[in-house]
């Protein structure tokens, strides 16, 4: 298994800080914007985001996490059951912009799932896709990220291994794993 280094965590802390940057130009105030990162690794990336604009913008935007297991359109296609987890949204995202945050846009199932999910929650005004890595040339659906760190041209045989300091590895980095 070959494994090459995209992301060291330097190079992820100045592209959050970009990230963050971006959004705060299209969003300024956030009065009217949330956060939704989806389950599982997304949330750890919207934790990150949400912290640093704290910081940056001196605003605290509320933040949820959604699980889109339910709402996959591959959900009774798989050989094991997909094992669901926790969906937290203390809001209504009635009339809301929401910001959508994974970590790897890879075929766009899990982002239609999520579009899905959301409407539980009320009818947002607008929504964005934040994502970490943009896996270019592999969407099943034509959909794209409004916010990229980084684009990454890929081949199936290959995957992205998100490995966060807040899922408990001792740095952040991300890498492109050529599969055996």
């Known amino acids: 298994m070959q494994k090459k280094l995209i992301f060291d965590s330097d190079l992820l802390d ?15 105030s956030f009065e009217n914007c949330v956060i939704l990162g989806l389950q599982p690794r997304g949330i750890y990336l919207a934790e990150m985001i ?7 913008s001196k605003k605290d935007i509320p933040i949820g996490f959604l699980d889109t297991t339910f709402y996959r359109d591959d959900f009774r296609r798989r050989d094991t059951p997909a094992k669901a987890s926790e969906t937290k949204v203390p809001f209504v995202i009635e009339g809301k912009d929401v910001v959508l945050i994974d ?4 075929t766009g199932r899990t982002v239609r799932a999520a579009l899905d999910a959301m409407i539980a929650f009320g009818r947002p005004s607008k929504v964005e896709l934040l994502v970490l890595v943009d896996r270019t040339n592999t969407r099943d659906l034509p959909i794209s990220a409004d916010y990229v760190g980084k684009f990454v041209n890929t ?7 998100v490995e966060l300091q807040a899922q408990g590895y001792k740095q952040n980095r991300i890498w492109l794993i050529d599969k055996e």
Request: aromatic content about 4%.
């Open 155 to 161: 081949l199936e045989s290959q995957r992205v291994l």
């Open 14 to 28: 100045i592209t959050l800080g970009r990230l963050c940057e971006q959004l705060i130009e299209n969003h300024s």
């Open 103 to 106: 970590d790897v846009l890879y």
């Open 50 to 56: 949400q912290k640093k604009l704290k910081k940056l």
